[in-house]
């Protein structure tokens, strides 16, 4: 059976920091491209960033360049969504996403910027 399983999220302040992790089994994690996507209320869901299988690479979207960062641990199959310098508009709820052939989604951990 196959589970992602985010955990990580929280309430944080402005120019705050969180680590999202991505708990992975029932399927070779080391053969699947991971990704980070969030959905804010009423928008699309959108990516955040991505890691190759053997993490030999990484993309961002623009706008948390320099913000953060994605890793992964094939040893533990798990993969990490560092954020630091946390604005409002990272306000949403985040997901990981395996891909190889086909795709695979976890449900999903909510992450609220606020003051």
């Known amino acids: 059976q196959v589970q992602l399983v985010e955990s990580g999220g929280g309430l944080v302040q402005p120019g705050g920091s969180l680590r999202l992790s991505c708990a992975a089994s029932?399927?070779?994690?080391?053969?699947?491209?991971m990704s980070w996507y969030r959905q804010a209320p009423e928008k699309e869901r959108e990516l955040v960033a991505s890691i190759a299988s053997d993490g030999s690479s990484t993309n961002y979207r623009d706008s948390v360049k320099g913000r953060f960062t994605i890793s992964r641990d094939n040893a533990k199959n798990t993969v990490y969504l560092q954020m630091n310098s946390l604005k409002p508009e990272d306000t949403a709820v985040y997901f990981c996403?395996?891909?190889?052939?086909?795709?695979?989604w976890g449900q999903g951990t909510r992450v609220t910027v606020s003051s």
């Open positions: 996403e395996a891909l190889r052939l086909r795709s695979y």
């Open positions: 029932g399927f070779t994690f080391s053969d699947y491209a």
